[in-house]
């Protein structure tokens, strides 16, 4: 148990981030209206923005990020934020989703954490859409477990997480982290968990829970 993994070659994460998008672009061309302007599991953000933000890095271009950031005064949260909002406005529903499945194999990746990151940020933005919706799509569990293996004490850092005191427990498979009080739940829940996100009630099971249920309403 616990951070165990080795590391993958790159085109097989490469080939799973692809997948990752075409699925979830599918996913996206299935929503409703009203599920669209449904909040998603990101803070002030609707299913629209956070769309919005995962097909950024296929849309700006350099130059163009560097001026958003100039813009933001340096902070990449109030940067990405603004654009997603924008964006969210700008495109329609469809081009949306088709951004995110024609650009299933750009090679864009975040400016830190590598091509892990870049499964990262497709795999936690996809759930912050479907948990949030209560949909019961699974990660493929090879894609999961990359990214449990590449959680760390910067992961936490980076995203505001708050695992003090807590053993985190996969009930689905073998993985577990941290050191403390035991909270359980699916792997790709507990993952969230990592990134900071909140989740909505009966996901998780342990004393600690509700220090991570989403505030409702």
Request: charged share 25%; hydrophobic share 40%; glycine share 10%.
């Amino acid at each position: 148990m616990g951070n165990t993994s080795h590391r993958r070659p790159a085109a097989d994460i490469e080939a799973a981030i692809a997948a990752e998008r075409r699925e979830l672009a599918v996913v996206l061309n299935g929503l409703s209206g009203e599920e669209w302007d449904a909040p998603s599991l990101c803070e002030g953000w609707r299913v629209r923005e956070v769309a919005a933000h995962m097909t950024m890095g296929f849309r700006y271009s350099l130059p163009k990020m560097a001026r958003e950031l100039i813009k933001a005064r340096g902070s990449l949260h109030r940067m990405t934020s603004r654009c997603a909002h924008k964006d969210a406005a700008t495109h329609s529903t469809a081009e949306l989703a088709a951004f995110l499945g024609d650009n299933a194999d750009h090679p864009w990746k975040p400016p830190v954490g590598g091509i892990e990151a870049a499964l990262g940020h497709d795999v936690v933005h996809g759930l912050d859409i479907t948990v949030a919706l209560g949909f019961g799509r699974r990660v493929p569990e090879e894609r999961v477990r990359i990214l449990l293996g590449s959680i760390d004490a910067r992961t936490l850092k980076f995203f505001g997480a708050d695992l003090s005191g807590i053993e985190l427990r996969a009930d689905d498979l073998d993985w577990s982290f941290g050191t403390g009080t035991p909270l359980s739940g699916a792997a790709q829940d507990l993952l969230l968990l990592a990134y900071g996100r909140r989740l909505p009630p009966g996901h998780l099971h342990g004393e600690p829970r509700d220090r991570f249920v989403a505030a409702q309403g």
